[in-house]
């Protein structure tokens, strides 16, 4: 199940299964954030909720090297950037064409006038 945005991913899995303070099975995320990145803990499934239980508990105690975090933050910005280059190449090939086509229907209409004058 995809994440609502807000940094992080749910996933259920069957084993390491924890209760919240609220008596429900804790559901497993996992943390996007620049801090954590890939890091997976236990939160309650109410969190969202107006009065929900604030439970929370690392899944993973060792959260991976610094190395890892940093190279999966640096990936993810390089893909940022790769996507807004690639938006903006997309508006440029749209300009380009729509250019494209004004040219070609001033020439068809300079090619009519001269057959018709000429």
Do not use: H
């Not at 069957?14 to 801090?35: D, F, H, V």
């Not at 803990?41 to 993973?60: A, H, I, P, T, V």
């Amino acid at each position: 199940m995809q994440g609502d945005g807000s940094g992080s991913s749910r996933r259920r899995l069957k084993s390491g299964r924890k209760l919240c303070l609220c008596g429900l099975e804790a559901a497993i995320t996992q943390a996007w954030i620049e801090k954590n990145p890939g890091g997976r803990f236990y939160g309650c499934q109410r969190f969202k909720e107006k009065n929900g239980c604030k439970f929370f508990s690392w899944f993973d105690e060792e959260n991976g090297t610094l190395w890892q975090k940093r190279a999966l933050i640096e990936a993810r910005d390089e893909i940022r950037e790769k996507s807004r280059v690639i938006a903006q190449l997309n508006e440029t090939i749209a300009e380009l064409r729509s250019n494209l086509e004004k040219i070609q229907n001033e020439e068809e209409i300079v090619r009519k006038f001269e057959e018709f004058y000429v």
